[in-house]
């Protein structure tokens, strides 16, 4: 017991989200053993990133105030989001294999009377595109400006609070997706094939799209790509996590909140007008956020009571 109770002192509230999600990951391995490809090694992972974590913790509390140590503390949890998230969409098609997208589109067209991505492609233009596709692939770059913001300002109450949240609500949203998988409007409401030819941009567009395309699993020459895409559109974790770093950077008062605010609200517009999302997936982000503003405080505040450590 009390050497439990050493490890959880040395671990941060951060350690502690990441440590929750990778037991629900073993969990959900144990439940779905049979119908895994690789559960092997899929337990593996998990049982070798949790001991990195706490085994990192204990070493790293032996010397505090070290700025490496510092500083990989920071780093290596942004690896770690990105495994999270990678290894969730093994676990969608398994709790809940239906898929949402006919009852989104209907309440889409409940609200609007037409389907918004259709209606969009009225003002579409490409220098519009353009921007749209770039601020959407800002999606990670803007959270990172604000950490480097506050690391530079030596203010760890605000790093580890915004990096505590951010972490939260990234980890609260692939938990989400569980309730309502869907693909989204490019491969529902449109073509996803002629997505270039129908919405064309400048000169980065197709790039960027490819880009996002691998991230959700689909490669240029995948067949029925719609059969094998992430299901991750309920709600739009895009849309969820920047209007959370816009909360933030206001709160914080950060001296880039007019730049996050501009590209974010742009980043949060492009996911309907690229055809990522509808509408109804960018509303329950929003709403999201705000839950996720109001409630991980007060999670953190139980863990902190059960001995976490809130500070590296």
Known sequence: MNKLKKIINVLTISDAY?????LIYTILCFIFWSQLETPSLNLLSYVVISTAVIVFALVSSKFKGGKVFTLVRRLYIIPIVFFIYSNIHL????????????????????????????????????????????????????????????????????????????????????????????????????????????LPGLLLTNFFRDLVNAGGGVMPDTINPAEIVNRDCMPSGHTMMTFITILIAFKFKSKYKWIVAIIGFSLIFSTVYLRYHYVVDVIAGLGFAVITMWIEPKIELFLRNLGFYKYD
Not at 18 to 22: A, K, N, P, Q, S
Not at 143 to 163: H, K, Y
Not at 171 to 189: D, E, K, N, Q
């Open 18 to 22: 990441i440590l929750g999600m990778l």
């Open 91 to 198: 676990f969608i098609p398994l709790v809940n294999p239906q898929d949402y997208d006919n009852m989104l589109i209907a309440w889409d067209m409940s609200i609007f009377g037409v389907n918004p991505t259709e209606w969009m492609a009225q003002i579409s233009h490409p220098i519009l595109t353009e921007y749209l596709q770039f601020t959407y692939m800002m999606f990670y770059v803007l959270p990172f400006i604000l950490g480097v913001e506050f690391t530079l300002r030596d203010s760890d109450d605000r790093f580890f609070e915004f990096a505590r949240i951010v972490i939260f609500g990234f980890f609260f949203s692939y938990i989400l997706y569980f309730f309502m998988p869907a693909i989204g409007p490019r491969f529902t409401v449109h073509d996803f094939s002629m997505l270039n030819t129908e």
